[in-house]
């Protein structure tokens, strides 16, 4: 494949993920005229038909690369001869992208070479743009001061939340804006099926924390029960797995529990437009994944979030929120009909304006792009 330099390197999380396959594709539909160069692993489901995306198969290796040089002695020797290889091939890009969520966290604090992988991807352009991030969490301080030295670097770096800014807000490259998806702006719902789309996550996956893998069953239960009342008043159920390697287990147990013709599984492939049609019939939104929350709002519909993760209940503070929620550390004592209470209120959408505030996740790129 022939790269120009004025191709967008962009990073993102490819794992057939609802939240970071929307931030590819709003991405490359915010700049038509712009071509972006991703790991050819993106090359499925609605992501395949992007017209102005070039899956690149030495991105790939030169980040699989990359992340064996971290290690030690012959191994990082070969590696990053290899890498430099792979340099020449993509060549120096103006722009690099990378725009994630939750790439920032770290629980085990052991040295600054911890970035390294952030600081080499930043060296692959003249100047690189880090959007719609959060910060965190950590548990140890000098996480922070290394990030801060590294992110100094960058040309623009906005944050999806107040509480992630505010830990960089003296650097004078950092930002803060809503989330990036909110910047599609409100979508249309038809509303024309009594159906509920209930977002899962399988709380003992291995990468979980213990705390959370002991809340296994109090979180199943309760969304058994959750069901089996939408059941009961007629609605039809589905179960969405925004990653189904990750969710799936969950979602199957919780199903062959309910054994139910009005229960089903919606296992994320990677269609979006299969996303979209969800959504524009659905009438309520049980969600615990951040951007099946995020969807709801941006297709009005009501949505009660159960909060597993710091980044999702710092974003609803950062919204101005005002509907209900529950953290999944409390979820043994969420009453079912407190859930539809607030449901049926409609008090627990979001403020327009946060929406239109998100398309300032994008503003130092515009700038760039548009001063071409």
Sequence with gaps: MRYKKDDILLFACIEKNIGDDLFIQTICNRYPEKYFVISNRAKYGSLANVKNLKFSKELE???????????????????????????LLLGKHDMGVYIVGNAFKNMDYHGETQLQ?????????????????????????????????????????CFRDMQSYNLFAELPNTRYAPDAILSLGKQKNKRHKRKVLVSIIDCSFYAREDWLKKLVNEYEKKIFEIIQEFERRGYEIVLINSNSEQDGPASRRIFEKCNSSAVSIYDYKGSLDELKELYEETMYVIGTRLHTIILAWLYDVPVYPLVYDIKVENMLKSYSYQGGYTHIKEVSQLA?????????????????????????????????????
């Design 336 to 372: 079912v009909y407190t859930v539809l209470e607030t449901l049926e209120s409609g008090e627990c959408r979001i403020n327009d304006k946060v929406i239109a505030d998100a398309n300032m996740q994008f503003s130092a790129l515009d700038e760039r792009v548009n001063n071409e």
């Design 117 to 157: 992988w952030f600081v080499n991807r930043v060296k692959l352009s003249d100047e690189f743009y880090l959007i719609s991030t959060n910060f965190g969490p950590f548990n140890d301080q000098r996480w922070v001061m290394d990030a801060k030295n590294r992110f100094i670097e960058v040309k623009d770096i």
């Design 61 to 87: 290796w030169w980040m699989i690369l990359d992340s064996v040089s971290q290690k030690k002695k012959i191994k990082k020797m070969i590696a990053n001869t290899m890498k430099v290889v792979l340099q």
